[in-house]
């Protein structure tokens, strides 16, 4: 069975970082895209990053670009985000989200770690 | 900065057929932004329906369908269950980047 499961969110003030981590299980990851996806309680979906299934090229939304830091762990079949500078604005529910096989978009989801940017 | 629309709110009888749709703000949606549809019930993580315009997952029930209509991807629900009552995100690649749409709320009634 496929699972996702993310951890790593909370509270954490303006300007702080933080560090969250996806554990998968059931699957082959180092064959896999994997996204991180944001969504701020009752709003839309927002796609955040992804990263290549070896790892050696990632992608970010330009919100984050220079603040967050995606990579994977493929030994420990664990992917990460690293966030730096941190926003109110970014403020969200954080999910991983695997790559569809082959083909663009995304298949199995995490259950999602919830950060939030207060003071 | 790409913007792609999905209708706010849409409203289906039980049994009835409804189509959502997902436009871009670049023009006509073809078959290479690899359409995605994901559903979400409150509480929950999203779960994939659609990948590739039309291309179900395994789990997705049959009453699903993807297509292209009009310029715009779209996403049919025939015979609609109250099951069915959650929102819908569509999902276009633009030159790679993904780009989710704002959601439609479907409500059965």
């Known amino acids: 069975e496929v699972q996702l499961v993310e951890s790593g969110g909370g509270l954490v003030q303006p300007g702080g970082s933080l560090r969250l981590s996806c554990a998968a299980s059931?699957?082959?990851?180092?064959?896999?895209?994997i996204h991180w996806v944001r969504q701020v309680p009752g709003r839309g979906l927002v796609w955040v990053s992804r990263i290549t299934p070896d790892g050696d090229s990632t992608y970010y939304a330009d919100s984050v670009k220079g603040r967050f830091t995606i990579s994977r762990d493929n030994a420990k079949n664990t992917l990460y985000l690293q966030m730096n500078s941190l926003r109110a604005e970014d403020t969200a529910v954080y999910y991983c989200a695997r790559g569809t096989a082959g083909k663009p978009g995304v298949d199995y989801w995490g259950q999602g770690t919830l950060v939030t940017v207060s003071s | 900065q790409t913007v792609v629309t999905q209708e706010p709110s849409l409203t289906v009888s039980p049994g009835g057929t409804v189509t959502l749709t997902c436009a871009s703000s670049t023009g006509t949606v073809t078959s290479g932004y690899s359409p995605n549809w994901f559903q979400q019930k409150p509480g929950q993580a999203p779960r994939a329906l659609i990948y590739s315009t039309s291309n179900k997952q395994y789990w997705t029930p049959a009453r699903f369908s993807g297509s292209l209509l009009g310029g715009k991807a779209a996403l049919t629900l025939s015979g609609v269950q109250p099951e069915d009552e959650a929102e819908y995100y569509c999902l276009l690649f633009h030159d790679g980047a993904p780009v989710f749409g704002g959601g439609t709320k479907l409500t059965v009634l």
């Open positions: 059931g699957f082959t990851f180092s064959s896999y895209w």
